[in-house]
Nanobody, 119 residues
Framework: VQLVESGGGLVQAGGSLRLSCAAS????????MGWYRQPPGKQRELVAT????????NYADSGKGRFPISRDNAKNTMALQMNSLKPEDTAVYYC?????????????WGQGTQVTVSS
């Protein structure tokens, strides 16, 4: 599975950005997709995840209520609508896909897209 993110950039505090992730390859194996971020000098952390079948979502406190996650299974895409952005949201945002194939756990990552929020 290959994941390609898009939509990052520079935005002022209070603004919005929409991140997109396009999956290709053996997408039938994907069970959950999600967004993670790595702020400067910090470890990578969860932002939100969404399951393939039911569309169940899970949010970290940082994004709850501000960053709705969505997925289009027909197009194999996932999006993160980032609203009311804060300077502390500045990070590299990564798309993630997890699943199982032939009894093997799968874990794929995109290359990341930079989001910078200015104060």
């Amino acid at each position: 599975v290959q994941l390609v993110e898009s939509g990052g950039g520079l935005v002022q505090a209070g603004g919005s950005l929409r991140l997109s992730c396009a999956a290709s390859g053996s997408t039938f194996s994907i069970r959950t997709m999600g967004w993670y971020r790595q702020p400067p000098g910090k470890q990578r952390e969860l932002v939100a995840t969404i399951t393939s079948r039911s569309g169940s979502t899970n949010y970290a406190d940082s994004g709850k209520g501000r960053f709705p996650i969505s997925r289009d299974n027909a197009k194999n895409t996932m999006a993160l609508q980032m609203n009311s952005l804060k300077p502390e949201d500045t990070a590299v945002y990564y798309c993630n896909a997890r699943g199982v194939a032939a009894g093997t756990d799968l874990d794929f990552w995109g290359q990341g897209t930079q989001v910078t929020v200015s104060s």
